[in-house]
């Protein structure tokens, strides 16, 4: 050691080097590099390398026990550099397992394997201390906590189970964070954290559940979630046989084709599960990305169910428990409606002509144009100005915008829906084009047919631009090209662009 009280004597005292090496290791692994997981491992190496080289320069060598005949000072101060060697020895190794130790190349939120191997680290250094620093004889130590150990084990049984089981299924890995599980006893929810005790599930009331590792370690789960994030659902259906039933499956798989919630691949499927003189009852197979788009998509489908039944002519059928007199059974006054033409239903379905009188939508239906389209139609290219408005009576659509050489699907089309009211009515070209995913056909209301309307009720013109700036803040309007731009607009600056392309006397 050294007593020079210069400050070249100071600077080279190894207390003062092993001091300050120390100081700065900690405050830039532990404090600037410490969101920087492999920064921080760099650094705990180079720091712990450097430590090393010091010590082992000045004949201190962690690893051993140190010189009885040595000064008190000096032995205080080699038991602290041994400390903090050790320290840094665990910290080095603590980093490189929080980088490295990951599974399938997905970092574990739990990381209750990573906590378990930390541990040891930790233990392993403390027993390294006791024995190189105080000279204790770990062998000793061990030997005599072995009847502690079964005491605290025996008091704690419960809760080392849970911790041995959350290791077991970490390990085994049977479900990770974001899975939907169901058990057998019923209980289901979504992993949101696991622990070295418990499971956090978070159900569909949006209440957790705490699950012990143990239980969940006996008992069986389905995890709905593997071995992919989609999920299969199915859907029952049951429809009056006054068609053949491969028409009727024909009608069901526009209903899957027209759905814009579930996946295309797997491809979805119809199967017919029964024939009997009252209904043809039918299974709709279905994927989607997430179980929880499961719920939106069978409430589209639904949706979309009655809407394509209705178009073509179809009746739901009663369900087989349900009461009261079979439908061969019924009076006719029950059964018969007044017929309306199809023009004026789809009018009638429509908001955009819901401000119309019976009268206006009389002379609107009258000069409506019907057409159809074969599979794989394109009804309208991209960039195209339509100056029309078509609505789908039946068949699928299917909209796609071509950006560079990539197509992006838009949306789908289905019964009762519409497009071209923007070109209809302001002059917007289509940001999509148009193609058919079925036999669709559709009802055309050309600009000519509505300009008369406009001329006798020059109100109308207000009516339409409230409902279409409706439509455009909502995002429910067709793929017009335009459909951003005019976002923020008022009803009178729609107004006058109606008013000036119907030419519609201010």
């Given at each position: 050691?050294?007593?020079?009280?210069?400050?070249?004597?100071?600077?080279?005292?190894?207390?003062?080097?092993?001091?300050?090496?120390?100081?700065?290791?900690?405050?830039?692994?532990?404090?600037?590099l410490?969101?920087?997981?492999?920064?921080?491992?760099?650094?705990?190496?180079?720091?712990f390398?450097?430590?090393?080289?010091?010590?082992?320069?000045?004949?201190?060598?962690?690893?051993?026990?140190?010189?009885?005949?040595?000064?008190?000072?000096?032995?205080?101060?080699?038991?602290?550099?041994?400390?903090?060697?050790?320290?840094?020895?665990?910290?080095?190794?603590?980093?490189?397992?929080?980088?490295?130790?990951?599974?399938?190349?997905?970092?574990?939120?739990?990381?209750?394997?990573?906590?378990?191997?930390?541990?040891?680290?930790?233990?392993?250094?403390?027993?390294?201390?006791?024995?190189y620093?105080?000279?204790?004889?770990?062998?000793?130590?061990?030997?005599?906590?072995?009847?502690?150990?079964?005491?605290?084990?025996?008091?704690?049984?419960?809760?080392?189970?849970?911790?041995?089981?959350?290791?077991?299924?970490?390990?085994?890995?049977?479900?990770?964070?974001?899975?939907?599980?169901?058990?057998?006893?019923?209980?289901?929810?979504r992993?949101?954290?696991?622990?070295?005790?418990?499971?956090?599930?978070?159900?569909?009331?949006?209440?957790?559940?705490?699950?012990?590792?143990?239980?969940?370690?006996?008992?069986?789960?389905?995890?709905?979630?593997?071995?992919?994030?989609?999920?299969?659902?199915?859907?029952?259906?049951?429809?009056?046989?006054?068609?053949?039933?491969?028409?009727?499956?024909?009608?069901?798989?526009?209903?899957?084709?027209s759905?814009?919630?579930?996946?295309?691949?797997?491809?979805?499927?119809?199967?017919i599960?029964?024939?009997?003189?009252?209904?043809?009852?039918?299974?709709?197979?279905?994927?989607?990305?997430?179980?929880?788009?499961?719920?939106p998509?069978?409430?589209?489908?639904?949706?979309?169910?009655?809407?394509?039944?209705?178009?073509?002519?179809?009746?739901?059928?009663?369900?087989?428990?349900?009461?009261?007199?079979?439908p061969?059974?019924?009076?006719?006054?029950?059964?018969?409606?007044?017929?309306?033409?199809?023009?004026?239903?789809?009018?009638?379905?429509?908001p955009?002509f819901?401000?119309?009188?019976?009268?206006?939508?009389?002379?609107?239906?009258?000069?409506?144009?019907?057409?159809?389209?074969?599979?794989?139609?394109?009804?309208?290219?991209?960039?195209?100005?339509?100056?029309?408005?078509?609505?789908?009576?039946?068949?699928?659509?299917?909209?796609?915008?071509?950006?560079?050489?990539?197509?992006?699907?838009?949306?789908r089309?289905?019964?009762?829906?519409?497009?071209?009211?923007s070109?209809?009515?302001?002059?917007?070209?289509?940001?999509?084009s148009?193609?058919?995913?079925?036999?669709?056909?559709?009802?055309?209301?050309?600009?000519?047919?509505?300009?008369?309307?406009?001329?006798?009720?020059?109100?109308?013109?207000?009516?339409?631009?409230?409902?279409?700036?409706?439509?455009?803040?909502?995002?429910?309007?067709?793929?017009?090209?335009?459909?951003?731009?005019?976002?923020?607009?008022?009803?009178?600056?729609?107004?006058?662009?109606?008013?000036?392309?119907?030419?519609?006397?201010?």
């Amino acid at each position: 050691m050294l007593d020079n009280p210069t400050w070249s004597g100071v600077l080279t005292d190894p207390v003062v080097q092993a001091g300050t090496l120390a100081v700065v290791g900690a405050i830039v692994t532990r404090i600037a590099l410490r969101p920087f997981p492999s920064w921080k491992l760099a650094g705990q190496v180079f720091f712990f390398a450097a430590l090393t080289v010091l010590l082992l320069y000045h004949d201190i060598v962690p690893y051993e026990v140190g010189p009885t005949t040595a000064s008190t000072f000096e032995r205080v101060f080699i038991a602290l550099a041994k400390v903090v060697w050790w320290i840094n020895a665990a910290w080095a190794l603590i980093a490189f397992v929080r980088v490295f130790l990951i599974f399938e190349r997905q970092p574990r939120e739990g990381r209750l394997v990573q906590d378990l191997v930390i541990g040891l680290i930790y233990l392993g250094a403390i027993l390294s201390v006791v024995a190189y620093v105080f000279s204790f004889p770990v062998g000793t130590l061990i030997a005599t906590s072995g009847v502690f150990a079964i005491i605290l084990g025996l008091a704690m049984q419960s809760t080392l189970s849970d911790v041995f089981s959350g290791i077991a299924l970490n390990l085994g890995r049977p479900y990770t964070i974001g899975d939907w599980i169901v058990l057998n006893d019923g209980i289901e929810g979504r992993v949101v954290e696991t622990n070295w005790r418990s499971t956090h599930l978070l159900n569909g009331s949006n209440d957790l559940v705490v699950l012990p590792n143990s239980f969940l370690a006996k008992v069986g789960l389905t995890n709905l979630s593997s071995p992919d994030r989609s999920h299969g659902a199915t859907l029952t259906v049951r429809v009056v046989p006054t068609i053949g039933p491969s028409a009727i499956i024909d009608v069901m798989r526009a209903v899957l084709l027209s759905s814009g919630s579930i996946l295309t691949e797997p491809k979805p499927g119809v199967q017919i599960k029964s024939l009997t003189s009252d209904a043809v009852e039918l299974e709709l197979s279905f994927r989607v990305k997430d179980i929880g788009q499961t719920g939106p998509a069978k409430n589209e489908i639904f949706d979309l169910i009655y809407r394509h039944i209705k178009a073509a002519g179809l009746t739901l059928a009663r369900p087989l428990d349900a009461a009261g007199p079979p439908p061969d059974q019924l009076q006719p006054e029950e059964v018969m409606k007044p017929h309306r033409p199809t023009p004026l239903k789809l009018l009638d379905a429509i908001p955009l002509f819901s401000s119309l009188t019976e009268d206006e939508k009389e002379t609107l239906a009258a000069s409506m144009t019907r057409r159809t389209y074969k599979k794989d139609s394109i009804l309208i290219e991209q960039g195209d100005t339509v100056a029309s408005l078509m609505i789908v009576r039946s068949g699928a659509l299917v909209a796609t915008r071509q950006e560079g050489h990539k197509e992006i699907e838009l949306g789908r089309l289905a019964p009762g829906d519409y497009f071209g009211e923007s070109g209809l009515l302001i002059g917007v070209g289509e940001a999509a084009s148009l193609r058919a995913l079925t036999f669709v056909v559709v009802y055309e209301i050309a600009q000519a047919s509505l300009t008369p309307l406009l001329h006798d009720r020059p109100g109308i013109a207000e009516e339409l631009a409230a409902t279409l700036l409706h439509r455009i803040e909502t995002g429910q309007h067709s793929f017009a090209a335009e459909g951003a731009t005019l976002h923020g607009r008022s009803v009178s600056s729609l107004v006058t662009r109606i008013r000036h392309l119907f030419q519609v006397p201010q």
